[in-house]
């Protein structure tokens, strides 16, 4: 169900996260359970986490919003269509989005640069974040497409109260 639909039948049982993305990948849309990684301009334990099966939930990074070095490129893009990742929002930077762009996966950043980051592992994972005006908690739920992203503390049928 499209995120404008799930705010119409839900209203203010969704958030909004009101934060421009970029849309890289050929999936144009996704949902799934969230997991989330904080981490700043080092994404070591993004990655190994990424390696773990996604079972068809959705990773959540809060990367500070960071444009200076990337959490995300094509071969962690790899992995995560690989281990079966519904899709990623990341609150900060990728690289390689040509070749993201081309991939059967759906990455959602704030922006592009051709900087790697750090790999010092200093991260957290499974904590609730927040950017864009929202809280993405463990086991939640994310919607996203080309309209926006959206939280539900339940998963959503597309079924009105």
């Not at 934060?19 to 993004?46: H, M, Q, Y």
């Not at 990074?61 to 893009?77: E, H, K, P």
């Not at 995560?80 to 040509?98: F, H, M, P, Q, T």
Request: proline content about 3%; charged content about 25%; glycine content about 12%.
């Amino acid at each position: 169900m499209k995120t404008a639909d799930l705010v119409d039948a839900f209203g203010d049982d969704v958030l909004f996260c009101d934060l421009p993305f970029i849309k890289l990948g050929r999936k144009t849309s996704f949902s799934g359970e969230i997991v989330t990684v904080k981490c700043f301009e080092d994404n070591a334990l993004l990655k190994a986490e990424l390696q773990k099966p996604g079972q068809g939930k959705v990773m959540v990074v809060d990367g500070g919003g960071s444009t200076r070095f990337a959490l995300l490129g094509d071969q962690i893009a790899l992995i995560l269509k690989n281990n079966d990742w519904s899709g990623i929002v990341i609150n900060g930077s990728v690289r390689d989005s040509a070749e993201i762009d081309d991939m059967d996966v759906a990455v959602y950043c704030r922006s592009v640069t051709p900087k790697k980051s750090g790999k010092d592992g200093v991260c957290e994972t499974s904590i609730p974040v927040s950017f864009g005006g929202v809280t993405f908690r463990p086991g939640e739920h994310v919607y996203a497409d080309s309209d926006g992203v959206l939280v539900s503390v339940n998963r959503l049928d597309g079924n009105a109260r």
